[in-house]
């Protein structure tokens, strides 16, 4: 887990007691390990640099863009 994302979750957590409560809450909000698998992928954040790499190893590409805010928050 990065290590800004482990201090984002831990945070709170130093404010409260240690409790099995408070475990608790912090497994069910910071994300599992299988639920962070993506971050392994070998992303590109320039397009001409991931049609290279995708051709050199003939796969395919996944371009992600959208338009606005993420959360939808304009």
Request: hydrophobic share 50%.
């Amino acid at each position: 887990m990065p290590a800004m994302l482990r201090a984002l979750c831990v945070l709170p957590f130093l404010l409260l007691a240690a409790t099995a409560q408070d475990d608790k809450l912090f497994r069910q909000i910071c994300p599992a390990p299988g639920e962070l698998r993506w971050q392994k992928i070998g992303w590109e954040s320039s397009l001409w640099a991931g049609v290279v790499k995708a051709h050199a190893q003939k796969k395919p590409i996944l371009l992600w863009t959208m338009n606005g805010h993420p959360l939808g928050l304009t």
